[in-house]
């Protein structure tokens, strides 16, 4: 099994920023792939940034520019660093893998970013 815990959300005023991480535990040597995904009150979570295995990124469009995403130097920790934040960012933010050992996907329970107008 495959454990992720998202941190470094809070509260913050329109054109602020905040850094996400999300850190992999359990059955992981390091992490390949990754997404990141919002869920704004009362939508459905939505996919806005990914890393993948060559460390390619690639955004959403209501993110791109403002976000970026990258693996930290301990193999088990992706980042997403939020500039600009805008009071539609607010939300529910999560990190997911999918695991090829398991065939399984995993979820973190999610950090709370609030942006205030």
């Known amino acids: 099994q495959v454990h992720l815990v998202e941190s470094g959300g809070g509260v913050v005023q329109a054109g602020g920023s905040l850094s996400l991480s999300c850190t992999a535990s359990?059955?992981?040597?390091?992490?390949?792939?990754l997404d990141w995904y919002h869920q704004a009150p009362g939508k459905q979570r939505e996919k806005v940034a990914s890393?993948?295995?060559?460390?390619?990124?690639v955004y959403s469009d209501t993110v791109r520019g403002r976000f970026t995403v990258f693996k930290g130097s301990d193999r088990n920790t992706v980042y997403l660093r939020m500039n600009n934040l805008k009071p539609e960012d607010t939300g529910v933010y999560y990190c997911?893998?999918?695991?090829?050992?398991?065939?399984?996907?995993?979820w973190g329970p999610g950090t709370q970013v609030t942006v205030s107008s």
């Open positions: 997911t893998l999918y695991d090829m050992v398991d065939d399984e996907d995993y």
């Open positions: 890393i993948t295995g060559d460390n390619t990124a």
């Open positions: 359990g059955n992981i040597y390091s992490i390949k792939a």
